[in-house]
């Protein structure tokens, strides 16, 4: 009885369809207006059928439910049968969902539930649509992270080597301080990628747990979709080009100076950037921008050309015999700088103190403090503040002194030159 109101429900569906596919057909060749009622008739005659067919499914019992969810469902139940194929949704896989031609990944199961990427993702991940690998591990964040450790590994040294470059223009995007015309994916590719142990455009497609070991084994699979990938960093690429140029078109007049130094600094870090980004694209077969790129290498060598034009003269207060002057000389020297006059534009001003500290201690203390300023005369602004103090004792005070003296030097070559050489990488062109 219930095959005959199954195919009673099916015949009345075939025939009103038929019906009415019929009436669009003799339309043909007529006026407008008929052609207008026939297209209403056919768009009634499919909503008729689809009536049909819902109140087929209600009185059976929504039997005819989808495939796909019937086979997730057997696939998940942990039976004897062999292997079921299932194509995963967009959502659980974190595929696209055919963005740009790209098929969702196909994930099958074995009996215990063990999905066919966990052991070699490209079963399920076709290498023609994705790169992908697989992390494995005793907690699902760290799964997570040595999947996404062993995509990073499949693009070679160069590419993890340069991570902090990545790192520090991802931030200024996020931050605003450089702004950059990018697309949406561009942009939600940048952002969801949390730190560098994770390229940008990388996602976590899936996760199984296996509960059958001691302790519980988790695994995860990173993946990048290849054409996606190919945009986003193509389109990376480009705008980091674009800002480079816009960033060295300085007159001769305006590049002899500080900005013109950090302005090509900062061309040296967007390269380094883009070397990762032309090498991830041509793991992936994507065009070849290195040939036309330039390297790091160049703009920084440039940098210290400029430096090299740019004199600063170093005026410390309190320095005895000029030992702190010499220790800041030697920073600026060390990397190319002049030490210049009293007209010279760019002027550090420093002062020394040293003072004995009282303390419940048979021997004597002195501490040192150091402040300093990088100015620049033209606007009378400060580039750099820097300072710092310390302290050291003796049993006498004038060798307490000396003592602090000579950590102060110690500390204006080492750290000075450190925080110099971070604020000339680091520091964003003003316009």
């Given at each position: 009885m219930a095959y005959t109101k199954k195919t009673f429900f099916c015949l009345l569906t075939f025939c009103l369809l038929a019906s009415f596919l019929n009436a669009a057909g003799q339309g043909e060749g007529e006026a407008q207006a008929q052609t207008t009622q026939t297209q209403g008739s056919l768009n009634q005659g499919r909503a008729m059928s689809q009536d049909a067919t819902a109140e087929m499914d209600r009185a059976f019992g929504n039997q005819s439910a989808g495939t796909q969810s019937a086979q997730k469902t057997n696939s998940g139940s942990g039976g004897a049968q062999a292997p079921t194929a299932v194509i995963a949704p967009a959502a659980s896989a974190g595929a696209s969902g055919g963005a740009l031609g790209?098929?969702?990944?196909?994930?099958?199961?074995?009996?215990?539930?063990?999905?066919?990427?966990?052991?070699?993702s490209d079963n399920a991940y076709s290498r023609q649509y994705y790169i992908s690998a697989v992390g494995y591990a005793t907690s699902r964040p760290a799964a997570e992270a040595k999947a996404f450790g062993n995509l990073t590994a499949l693009f070679g040294q160069s590419v993890s080597g340069n991570f902090s470059a990545v790192e520090t223009l991802k931030e200024r995007i996020s931050d605003g301080i450089v702004s950059v015309q990018l697309g949406q994916d561009i942009k939600s590719?940048?952002?969801s990628s949390s730190s560098m142990d994770q390229l940008i455009g990388a996602e976590i497609g899936d996760r199984w747990e296996d509960k059958s070991t001691k302790p519980v084994g988790y695994y995860a699979v990173a993946f990048m979709e290849i054409p996606k990938t190919i945009k986003i960093y193509s389109d990376l690429i480009d705008s980091n080009v674009a800002l480079i140029n816009k960033a060295i078109n300085l007159p001769p007049a305006d590049k002899t100076s500080f900005e013109g130094i950090i302005r090509y600094q900062f061309a040296a870090s967007l390269?380094?950037?883009?070397e990762v980004f032309a090498t991830v694209l041509s793991v992936i077969g994507g065009p070849d921008k290195k040939g036309s790129l330039t390297q790091a290498s160049d703009y920084r060598y440039e940098?210290?050309?400029?430096?090299?034009?740019?004199?600063?003269?170093?005026?410390?207060?309190?320095d005895e015999n000029g030992r702190l002057k010499a220790a800041f000389a030697a920073v600026f020297s060390g990397m190319g700088f002049r030490t210049g006059s009293n007209s010279s534009r760019y002027v550090l001003n420093a002062t020394l103190a040293i003072s004995p500290v009282a303390l419940n201690n048979q021997n004597k203390f002195s501490r040192f403090e150091i402040?300093?300023?990088?100015?620049?005369?033209t606007n009378n602004t400060t580039l750099m503040p820097y300072s710092v103090n310390g302290r050291e004792g003796h049993t006498t005070q004038s060798e307490a002194d000396q003592r602090a003296l000579r950590a102060a030097e110690s500390k204006v070559k080492e750290e000075y030159a450190e925080n110099l050489e971070e604020f000339l990488a680091s520091a964003v062109p003003k316009k």
């Open positions: 790209v098929p969702p990944p196909t994930i099958t199961k074995d009996k215990n539930g063990k999905p066919n990427w966990a052991d070699m590719a940048v952002e390269a380094d950037a883009n940098a210290s050309n400029i430096a090299r034009k740019v004199p600063i003269n170093v005026v410390v207060k309190n402040t300093a300023n990088l100015i620049d005369t």
